[in-house]
């Protein structure tokens, strides 16, 4: 068990998304973290804050802009899942790591159950 509040860390990565805040988010995020991503296709795998920012900058303009809703966050046995939606249907599976200094180290992210003509936009 950690000394940090885990799903807390979480509500403020979902905050920052709704927000926009690209430089928040990525002060949530380890200095060697990882971002995997599935959702639209082909897996891609982002590493280290440059690469974070260069993942999460466009996508952060469009959730602020489609709105960004959370739709169910439990602790999972060696961190967080959650499940956000984008534009109120557009759903996204994550699951959260953490480094022992309480920040995100891995983020996985897939898409949920979709509407028929609905994509992932994580």
């Not at 068990?1 to 920052?16: H, L, P, R, T």
């Amino acid at each position: 068990m950690s000394d940090f509040d885990q799903m807390g860390i979480v509500i403020d990565w979902v905050d920052a998304c709704r927000k926009g805040d690209l430089a928040t988010l990525l002060d949530l995020y380890a200095d060697d973290a990882e971002v995997e991503c599935s959702c639209n296709g082909p897996h891609f795998s982002y590493r280290g804050r440059r690469e974070l920012e260069t993942y999460w900058g466009p996508r952060l303009s469009a959730f602020a802009s489609a709105g960004f809703g959370l739709e169910e966050i439990n602790p999972a046995p060696d961190g967080v899942d959650l499940e956000y939606s984008i534009a109120g249907s557009l759903r996204v599976r994550a699951s959260f790591r953490f480094s022992a200094e309480g920040k995100i180290h891995s983020t996985l992210c897939r898409p949920s159950r979709q509407n028929s003509h609905d994509g992932c936009a994580c």
